[in-house]
DNA sequence: TTATGTAAAACATTATACCATTAATCTGAT
DNA sequence: ATCAGATTAATGGTATAATGTTTTACATAA
C-alpha cells in the first residue's frame, strides 16, 4: 500500500513564480515595488535566466507584475484588478463556450441586484459622478470607441457602488463581453443606445430605494439585451475576422 | 490629425502566441491536436526557440494548450475549460480584493437563479445523477478533501442542469472560493456541513417547480453563508500559510 | 509471453552573447 | 545658470547552441 510519495516534477520556472506570488501575496513586496533584477534573481534562485523570465512572464500574464525595459525597469509589483479575470472570460467567450443569450440572462440577474445595493450607498460623490456620466452620455462624438466609453460609464460606476469587488469584476466582465458584441458588429449606437437609455435608471438610483432601483435596472437590461439579441446573426457571421488578446 | 499610427512594439512572443491563439479559435487546430514542434515553429515563425516557448507558455497558462514531454510530447491543444477563470477569481480572493461577505452576497443571488434554470431543465439523466450525489453525502469518508467533494457534486450538477457556461463557471468559482474557506480552516464538516443539508434543495428540483427552487436555494446558501462569515476570523488567522497556485 | 534494455523524439534547462530601450548623467554652447 | 543633446550604464529582449530529462516505441532475450 503506497509506502512512497510520487516524485512530483515541478518545472523550475513554476517553482520560481511560485514563491515570488507567495512573497507578494504576503506583503514582503507590496504594489509600487520592484523586484530584482533578472540577473539578481538568477543568483538568488540559482536557476538559469530563462527560468526566471518564464516565472516572471508568468507573474505578468496572471497580473501580478508589469515589467519595463531600461534603465530602472525591471518587474514591478501591481495591484492585482480584474483585467485579467476579463480576459478569463472573453477567452470563453471567443471560444463559444458562453453565448449571448447566456451573458444577457446573466446580465439580468447580476445587474439588478447591483442597482440595488447602489442605490443603498449612495453618497453625494457618487451621486456627483452619477450625473457627470448621464451628462456625457449623449454628446455627440466623433469617435466609436469613445461613445461606447460613455454608454458604459454608469454601469460601471454602479458596480463600484455596490461595494463588493465581486460583483464589481462580475459586471465589468459583463460589460466588456457585451461591448465586444456591439463593436464586433459595429451596431449602430443609435438603434442599441438610444438616447438618454440610462436615465430611468439613475433616476432611480438617485432616489436611494433600492427596490426601485432594481426595477428601473431590469427593465434597462431587458431591453437592451432584447436588441442584443437580434445583432447575434451578424455578430456570428463576422466574427473570427479580427480576434483581440 | 494623427496621420501615422504608433509603431506598436509587441514582444516577439506575443506576436506568436496571437497567432497560434488565432488559430486555434478559427479552428485550425481542434482540441486533441497537436501543434507543431518546438523547433518546427521556430522555423515557421523564424524567430528563437525562446520566443516560440514564452509564446506557449503564456498558452498554457491561459488554458489553450498543454504540453507533454517526451515522443509524442509536445503541444496539445485543449478544450477550454473554466479552470483558469477559477484561478483569477481565487488570485482576486487571496490578494484581499474579494471578501468572504462579498462571496456570500454573490452566491445569494447567483445560486438560486441557478436552481431555478435547473428545475426548468430536469430531465431523467440529471434527476438520477441528483439522486446519487444525495446519496452519496453523507456516507461517512476518511478523507476531509473527498467529504468536501461530494459536499459540492450537487452544486456543480445544477450548475451544469442551468445550461449557461456562464452560470456555470461562476458557480464553479464561487465554489472554489468557498472551499478554500473552508479548508483552510479545516472546519468541521458536521458543523458547517449539517447532513442532508441539500435534501430540500434537490427536492425543490426534482419537482421540476422553479419558484420553489429558487426560495429552497436561497435558504441554504442564507443557513450556509451565515455560518460561513462566523469562520472569517479563523479563516483570516491562518491564511497565507500555504498558498496554491 | 514477459521483462528488460535501448534508441529516438520532444520538451526542459543552462549558458552565453548580443541587441534594444530607457533614465540618469554629463557636456557644452548659449 | 540653463537647456539641448550626447553618452553611459542598467535592464529587459532575443538569439543560438549545447546538454539534460522524460516518455514512448521497439527490439531483444529469458
Not at 54 to 74: D, P
Not at 159 to 175: C, G, K, T, W
Not at 199 to 220: C, F, N, Q, S
Request: net charge neutral; glycine share 4%; hydrophobic share 40%.
Amino acid at each position: 500500500m503506497a509506502r512512497f510519495k510520487p516524485v512530483k516534477q515541478f518545472r523550475v520556472s513554476e517553482e520560481v513564480a511560485e514563491q515570488i506570488k507567495k512573497s507578494i501575496l504576503q506583503g514582503t513586496f507590496r504594489a509600487g515595488d520592484r523586484l530584482p533584477s533578472e540577473r539578481d534573481l538568477t543568483e538568488e534562485f540559482q536557476v538559469s535566466r530563462m527560468a526566471i523570465r518564464e516565472a516572471l512572464r508568468s507573474l505578468e500574464k496572471s497580473g501580478f507584475i508589469v515589467t519595463r525595459q531600461g534603465v530602472n525597469g525591471g518587474a514591478y509589483v501591481t495591484d492585482l484588478t480584474s483585467e485579467h479575470l476579463v480576459n478569463a472570460y472573453m477567452d470563453l467567450f471567443l471560444a463559444e463556450k458562453i453565448s449571448i443569450p447566456d451573458l444577457y440572462q446573466v446580465r439580468l440577474v447580476v445587474e439588478p441586484e447591483v442597482a440595488r445595493l447602489a442605490a443603498n450607498n449612495l453618497n453625494e460623490g457618487y451621486k456627483k459622478r452619477l450625473l457627470e456620466a448621464l451628462e456625457q452620455e449623449d454628446l455627440p462624438v466623433q469617435d466609436f470607441y469613445e461613445d461606447n466609453d460613455r454608454k458604459t460609464a454608469v454601469h460601471f460606476i454602479l458596480a463600484e457602488m455596490s461595494r463588493n469587488y465581486f460583483f464589481e469584476a462580475l459586471v465589468r466582465s459583463l460589460i466588456a463581453l457585451t461591448r465586444r458584441v456591439i463593436e464586433e458588429v459595429r451596431a449602430e449606437n443609435k438603434f442599441i443606445h438610444p438616447a438618454g437609455m440610462h436615465r430611468p435608471v439613475v433616476e432611480a438610483i438617485l432616489t436611494g430605494d433600492g427596490e426601485a432601483a432594481y426595477e428601473a435596472m431590469k427593465k434597462h437590461v431587458k431591453e437592451f439585451g432584447e436588441n442584443l439579441i437580434k445583432l447575434e446573426k451578424a455578430y456570428y457571421q463576422k466574427k473570427i475576422t479580427s480576434l483581440s488578446s
